[in-house]
């Protein structure tokens, strides 16, 4: 049998965002090569046009519901929504870092051609039709992720991050390769809808080697999203990466990876879903709960992000067991919240470091409120966000992972609400370090006299957006809700 593998302009039409991703990529090489100042400025802020011309392209394909390249892509409202919070996440970060890399003293352009690669892919993922672009996404992604990783190379702890990501990431690779392989020696494909319709044709259950396949599949995903047991190279990493670097992949990666685990389970796995829901449902809770026991103890701020952003994935799991569309809805909306709230955080934290003084603790915290105001008021609205509490869209976000699991429950799947009430401990448990940053910003007094802390415009200005987002989203969820559940509509129901 001949595959016909004709490539038409109706396919390439259908790609114009990550397209416009790749000429500005390779634009900004020649825009770095011309710029003899040697400053960041310029490619930071081309990047910057680079991505919102993307976004436009991605608004200019919404509705559209196409499969092209032989299947390898899928283009529908799904992926768009989740283009536009890549991109956002890449424009709050690229304007975090214009003036933090330089003031530590990394004033290197291939940082905005790296993010560039970074987010084309988490675009590819995203709009993943087969597991062999699932890979080529991650790659695509993780290679860019290990530089950018490593970025502070002066900095040995940043090295050891580097390091670590890379070995651990080339391990869930093996993973996610060997479940593909086994995958594809079952259902003879690696199209998601052709491994959905093999169950529907086959007269047996899956075998074993199909089942170890899925499994290993799932192992190498949840590394990318940082549910335990493939958890601990989170804290290192963000603790060693630049800080705009481990804000980025703190949320556009997870958002990424979770694009692509609830696409193959929705798309693909639904018939095996007696397997790997248990697997979740277990791995569910110890994300939650490690992710939150262990953020209590952290004296180091982005090693507490780190924990936060762990219990954070378990909670987006809870979504994903619901599998109805209100779970759907509540991952999109919730990773839209996730990427203003962590980005916001994160950039609080770059904006204070200096070349030789981290500010990452939370004795250095002490008394922002009287020598950085803005700062302070920021970091309280992030912190107030991630903990849930209204009528932040932190709230929000948590309340519908809840009730779709409730919903679910009420359908007759009574072993959601024991989860539910795990996660609502878990949130609760939350509270208490994410209002001790605030405690410690406007209760105490500083161990030693700091100088006051000048607000940059281009983090200003990126706090400020995350912050009227985070806002805007809480007191008036209606309007982004509308949006995503029309982005769900052609998913398998």
């Known amino acids: 049998m001949q595959l016909d593998m004709t490539i038409t302009s109706y396919d390439f039409s259908m790609i114009w965002p990550q397209i416009a991703?790749?000429?500005?990529?390779?634009?900004?090489?020649?825009?770095?090569?011309?710029?003899?100042?040697?400053?960041?400025?310029?490619?930071?802020?081309?990047?910057?046009?680079?991505?919102?011309?993307?976004?436009?392209?991605?608004?200019?394909?919404?509705?559209?519901?196409?499969?092209?390249?032989?299947?390898?892509?899928?283009?529908?409202?799904?992926?768009?929504?989740?283009?536009?919070?890549?991109?956002?996440?890449?424009?709050?970060?690229?304007?975090?870092?214009?003036?933090?890399?330089?003031?530590?003293?990394?004033?290197?352009?291939?940082?905005?051609?790296?993010?560039?690669?970074?987010?084309?892919?988490?675009?590819?993922?995203?709009?993943?039709?087969?597991?062999?672009?699932?890979?080529?996404?991650?790659?695509?992604?993780?290679?860019?992720?290990y530089v950018l990783a490593g970025f502070a190379r002066k900095r040995e702890e940043s090295n050891e991050a580097a390091l670590k990501y890379l070995l651990l990431g080339a391990f869930s690779t093996g993973f996610l390769l060997y479940g593909i392989a086994l995958i594809y020696g079952t259902t003879g494909t690696t199209d998601l809808t052709g491994i959905r319709d093999f169950f529907i044709l086959s007269q047996s259950g899956p075998s074993i080697v199909l089942i170890a396949g899925v499994m290993l599949l799932l192992a190498g995903l949840m590394f990318k999203v940082s549910l335990v047991p493939f958890h601990m190279w989170a804290p290192d990493l963000y603790q060693g990466a630049p800080t705009p670097v481990a804000a980025f992949m703190s949320t556009g990666a997870k958002a990424a990876a979770f694009a692509v685990l609830f696409r193959v389970l929705v798309t693909a796995l639904p018939a095996m879903i007696e397997y790997w829901r248990p697997v979740l449902y277990v791995i569910a809770i110890l994300t939650m709960t490690i992710g939150n026991i262990t953020a209590i103890s952290q004296q180091n701020i982005k090693r507490m992000l780190a924990f936060s952003s762990i219990a954070h994935a378990g909670y987006l799991v809870i979504a994903i067991l619901a599998f109805n569309q209100l779970g759907a809805t509540a991952i999109m909306y919730y990773l839209l919240v996730y990427t203003l709230m962590n980005l916001g955080a994160f950039g609080v934290l770059a904006a204070m470091r200096r070349k030789n003084q981290a500010n990452e603790t939370l004795a250095s915290f002490a008394g922002l409120a009287n020598r950085a105001p803005f700062y302070a008021a920021m970091m309280a609205v992030f912190m107030l966000s991630l903990a849930g509490i209204p009528p932040m869209a932190g709230f929000i976000g948590k309340f519908m992972i809840f009730s779709a699991a409730i919903k679910e429950y009420s359908a007759g799947q009574s072993d959601m609400l024991p989860l539910v009430i795990i996660a609502v401990t878990n949130a609760v448990v939350s509270v208490f370090f994410y209002l001790r940053v605030v405690v410690v910003m406007y209760m105490n007094e500083p161990e030693q006299d700091l100088d006051s802390e000048p607000v940059n415009l281009a983090a200003g200005l990126s706090l400020i957006i995350s912050a009227a987002g985070i806002f805007f989203l809480g007191i008036v969820p209606s309007y982004a809700l509308d949006f995503i559940q029309n982005a769900i509509l052609n998913l398998p129901k």
């Open 21 to 145: 991703v790749v000429v500005f990529l390779l634009a900004g090489l020649l825009v770095d090569l011309l710029d003899k100042r040697g400053e960041t400025t310029t490619i930071g802020i081309f990047s910057i046009f680079g991505m919102i011309v993307a976004g436009a392209f991605t608004i200019g394909l919404w509705n559209s519901a196409a499969t092209v390249f032989d299947g390898m892509i899928i283009v529908d409202n799904y992926s768009l929504v989740f283009n536009l919070i890549f991109i956002l996440g890449f424009i709050l970060t690229a304007l975090i870092s214009i003036r933090s890399l330089p003031r530590e003293g990394y004033n290197y352009s291939e940082y905005y051609i790296l993010l560039m690669g970074a987010t084309l892919g988490m675009m590819i993922m995203a709009s993943a039709g087969n597991l062999l672009t699932v890979f080529i996404g991650i790659e695509t992604l993780s290679i860019s992720l």
